[in-house]
């Protein structure tokens, strides 16, 4: 009898184990995580097209020249 009580403990260890390792290894889908992954994408893709057209397409300082007459 101690011996069948020992392979049940040691079944149901081995099954609470594969199912922890299975839960940890998948993981959770959070909605909030798919979301700041959404996002990333979107900042991401921005970037990448703000790069394609160059940085000369930016001004260098948002102050207008202004040129004063020689005295």
């Known amino acids: 009898m101690e011996r069948h009580y020992g392979s049940i403990i040691r079944r149901l ?6 199912f922890f390792l299975a839960v940890t290894i998948l993981g959770c889908h959070d909605s909030i995580e798919a979301d700041i992954a959404a996002e990333h994408r979107r900042l991401g893709s921005i970037v990448e097209r703000d790069l394609r ?7 260098l300082t948002s102050q207008t020249e202004t040129f004063h007459p020689a005295p």
Do not use: E, K, R
Not at 13 to 18: D, P
Not at 53 to 59: A, D, E, I, K
């Open 53 to 59: 057209y160059g940085l000369s397409s930016f001004p």
């Open 13 to 18: 260890l081995t099954l609470i184990t594969a």
